[in-house]
């Protein structure tokens, strides 16, 4: 069952994709307005705990907007912002923020766990599906330069209660990792900056 229900939100969102060039109308101002609230003006989060969704892969925003106004995926505080977008208004908004420049907040790199950080990512092969620079791809998310403290968040949340909307291979990767190796991978992403 969560198998296909996942089937079919990837089929959902696979037809949003292909509506998506004869969509050229922007989001609309208010609903800009509600997703700013929390998300930042321009898709820079000021919240640590909230991400950032600037310069995000345009798929994978989309994705997301479908799963949680789905609640496959969930997110109750955005619940009501989500429940009436049409998909239309998914594609606007996805191509909206994924246009928009990441600003990686600053922050203060501890080399010693950015270093445990990078050997995790490396034997655990984060790179492979989200890009060796983090960028992410298609579907994948972009890690570099998101806040530390929401990618921790999302780290737990795929390890302990993934939800049936939620990649499976990314929550197996994840698997059997401790709370210090998850921290370590947050600094290391949080801090990485592509060359
Ligand atoms: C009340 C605050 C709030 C509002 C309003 C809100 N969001 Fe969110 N959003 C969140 C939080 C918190 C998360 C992370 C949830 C979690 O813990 O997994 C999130 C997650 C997301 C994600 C997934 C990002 C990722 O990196 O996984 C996207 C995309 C997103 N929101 C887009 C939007 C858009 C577009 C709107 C407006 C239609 C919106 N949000 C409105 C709080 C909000
Ligand atoms: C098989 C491909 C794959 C691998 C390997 C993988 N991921 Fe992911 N990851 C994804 C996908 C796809 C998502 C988007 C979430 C979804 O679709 O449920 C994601 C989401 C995430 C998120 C949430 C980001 C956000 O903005 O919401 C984090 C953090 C993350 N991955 C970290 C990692 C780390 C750290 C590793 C290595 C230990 C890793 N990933 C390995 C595919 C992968």
């Known amino acids: 069952m969560k198998g296909a229900a996942r089937m079919l939100t990837l089929a959902s969102a696979m037809a949003l994709c292909g509506s998506a060039a004869a969509q050229a109308a922007p989001p609309a101002p208010a609903t800009l307005a509600v997703c700013g ?18 310069g995000q892969p345009r798929l994978f925003i989309e994705n ?8 496959l995926r969930e997110v109750p505080v955005m619940k009501d912002s989500v429940a ?36 995790l990512s490396r ?3 984060c790179g492979t599906c989200h890009l060796p ?10 890690l570099a330069g998101q806040h530390e403290d929401y990618l921790l968040l999302a780290m737990k949340s795929f390890r302990d ?3 049936p909307g939620r990649d499976t291979i990314m929550s197996a ?14 600094h290391y992403l949080a801090a990485f900056k592509p060359k």
Request: glycine fraction near 8%; aromatic fraction near 4%; proline fraction near 9%.
């Open 84 to 119: 009436r977008l049409s998909d239309e208004e998914i594609v606007a908004l996805a191509r909206h923020y994924a246009e928009q420049p990441l600003k990686p907040p600053a922050m203060r790199v501890d080399a010693a766990k950015a270093r445990r950080g990078a050997e």
């Open 64 to 71: 997301q907007l479908v799963v949680i106004r789905e609640g």
């Open 133 to 142: 620079d983090y960028a992410g791809q298609q579907q994948v998310p972009r």
């Open 161 to 163: 209660q993934p939800g």
């Open 173 to 186: 990767s994840l698997y059997g990792l401790k709370d210090a190796e998850l921290a370590d991978l947050a």
């Open 123 to 125: 034997k655990a092969l």
């Open 37 to 54: 609230s929390c998300h930042g003006a321009d898709g820079n989060s000021p919240s640590p705990a909230i991400p950032s969704i600037a």
